[in-house]
């Protein structure tokens, strides 16, 4: 049974765009984390969120954790070629267990 | 660059072979970790190092086995892989025990091909 659904599973978008990724859980979590990955690299770290209703800003994306800490989601304002990658999210529960989904790939096309 | 260095970027063995990857971390951390990406699946913890001392197995097979001689370095040898052993292995640092907080930083990982 996997942990965390991400959704759209791939996403293909014109530059200049807007785009929102989800990421849902039926499991409370303490703690989520964003990473994007290029192809070719490992995930890098976005953004960590904890408290419920939480919203983080990073340039033109945004992070918001649901008020139930079960689900977050991504928006991406204005989108650039430069936002192209697998969009995971990794989500903190139990014993400090961090359980990855399977990913948001985002094409951004010029 | 984020600080976390994964040698060879590539790699293409057969069944019988013996090989090693090799992970470096230059950030001062003190938790080195394991995991393994296949295509569709979500990231697999494989193994988890806190100041040298393993922690944590995730039901690995015994054909991959981790060794860290210190906070820097993190080996993964592999013997008689599986064709289904084909992925990303991704190697990752942190600093340990922030309440689950922890944030990882991965190298670029090792694309591991099982003929």
């Known amino acids: 049974t996997q942990l965390l659904e991400q959704s759209p599973q791939f996403l293909s978008i014109q530059e200049g765009e807007n785009l929102t990724v989800y990421c849902n859980s039926s499991?409370?979590?303490?703690?989520l984390q964003w990473y994007r990955q290029e192809p070719g690299e490992g995930p890098v770290l976005l953004v960590t969120v904890v408290t419920g209703g939480e919203v983080k800003k990073l340039k033109r994306l945004t992070f918001q954790f649901g008020d139930a800490r079960k689900d977050s989601s991504l928006h991406i304002t204005a989108a650039q070629p430069g936002d192209t990658g697998l969009y995971l999210c990794?989500?903190?529960?139990?014993?400090?267990?961090?359980?990855f989904g399977k990913g948001n790939q985002v094409v951004v096309i010029p | 660059e984020t600080g976390v260095t994964q040698t060879p970027r590539h790699l293409v063995m057969g069944m019988t072979n013996k090989k090693s990857l090799k992970c470096e971390q230059h950030?001062?951390?003190?938790?080195m970790y394991w995991y393994k990406q296949s295509a569709k699946k979500p990231l697999e913890l494989m193994f988890v190092y806190n100041f040298k001392e393993q922690t944590e197995n995730n039901s690995v097979p015994s054909r991959f086995s981790p060794e860290c001689p210190n906070s820097s370095h993190l080996f993964l040898h592999l013997h008689t892989l599986q064709p289904e052993d084909s992925a990303l292995y991704l190697c990752a640092s942190s600093f340990p025990g922030q309440g689950g907080n922890e944030k990882l930083f991965f190298g670029s990982g090792t694309q591991l091909s099982v003929l």
């Open positions: 950030l001062g951390h003190n938790a």
């Open positions: 499991s409370v979590f303490s703690s």
């Open positions: 990794a989500g903190t529960y139990g014993n400090n267990r961090l359980a």
